[in-house]
């Protein structure tokens, strides 16, 4: 079983930061990347960013280039999401995923259903 600590939402006014971490817990076998999605009240979950946990490798959403950045954390596989300048449109609950087994291909990243172990999820509030 896998777990998944999630920590660091919170409100924030617009153009303000805020970090996330997850980090993952129990029986990990062969660990492949982790990430986060978002899912805003009436909106469809969607992909943010996601870190290949051997080799670093990171992918981006279009629209949050530049301003996020996702990371490796110090303990082994957990995650750090780095945002800054953020936007009202993008509060939101924020979720960590994780994959493990079989590499994932580069165009699967952002597909939820690629992704087997998911937090519970920690609210991004960001102020106009």
């Known amino acids: 079983q896998v777990q998944l600590t999630e920590s660091g939402g919170g409100l924030v006014q617009a153009g303000g930061s805020l970090r996330l971490s997850c980090a993952a817990s129990?029986?990990?076998?062969?660990?492949?990347?982790m990430g986060w999605f978002r899912q805003a009240p009436g909106k469809e979950r969607e992909f943010v960013a996601t870190?290949?946990?051997?080799?670093?490798?990171?992918y981006y959403r279009s629209s949050v280039k530049g301003r996020f950045t996702i990371s490796r954390g110090n303990a082994k596989n957990t995650v750090d999401l780095q945002m800054n300048s953020l936007t009202p449109e993008e509060t939101a609950v924020y979720y960590c995923?994780?994959?493990?087994?079989?590499?994932?291909?580069?165009?699967?990243?952002?597909?939820?259903?690629?992704?087997?172990?998911w937090g519970q999820g920690t609210q991004v509030t960001v102020s106009s």
């Open positions: 995923a994780f994959r493990t087994g079989n590499r994932i291909i580069v165009s699967a990243v952002a597909s939820a259903d690629s992704y087997r172990y």
């Open positions: 129990g029986q990990i076998v062969s660990p492949d990347v």
């Open positions: 870190i290949r946990l051997s080799g670093g490798n990171t």
